[in-house]
């Protein structure tokens, strides 16, 4: 059977920086991301569990079965902070003056709705 320490940990990436509003999309696509992989890795532990279970005579005759995790349904809180600013562009040879907002997550935090 897989003990604990066997299972990876996902380790969220806090260090990437987002640019505007695209930024938004790129952190809920690396959260489910890291949601898959830690779902995947729960299935494999339980698998390997249950890999150990049919081979034993005594452990299937008592009739163990292995736990499957599944991740609960959650809450997702996402702090941002933004600046605004105007920039210089040029389009078809002319200057204009734009204003823009950059976004960026100021931490995320995840809360399980079972909890």
């Known amino acids: 059977m ?3 320490s066997s299972i990876t940990s996902v380790t969220p990436d806090y260090t990437k920086e987002y640019h505007f509003i695209t930024g938004v999309s790129e952190i809920l696509m690396q959260l489910k ?4 992989q830690i779902q995947n890795e729960l299935n494999a532990h339980s698998r390997e569990a249950q890999k150990t279970i049919l081979r034993s005579k005594e452990l299937s ?4 079965a ?3 995790y599944m991740i609960p349904e959650i809450e997702l809180t996402i702090k941002m902070e933004y600046v ?3 920039e210089k562009v040029i389009e078809n040879n002319e200057e ?4 823009r907002i950059q976004l960026s997550p ?4 995840i809360k399980s709705l079972k909890s």
Not at 61 to 64: H, R
Not at 96 to 99: D, L, N
């Open 61 to 64: 005759e008592q009739g163990l």
């Open 66 to 68: 292995a736990t499957w």
């Open 106 to 109: 100021a931490r995320r935090k």
């Open 2 to 4: 897989t003990d604990e």
């Open 33 to 36: 991301e890291d949601l898959d």
């Open 96 to 99: 204009k003056i734009v204003k």
């Open 84 to 86: 605004e600013y105007t």
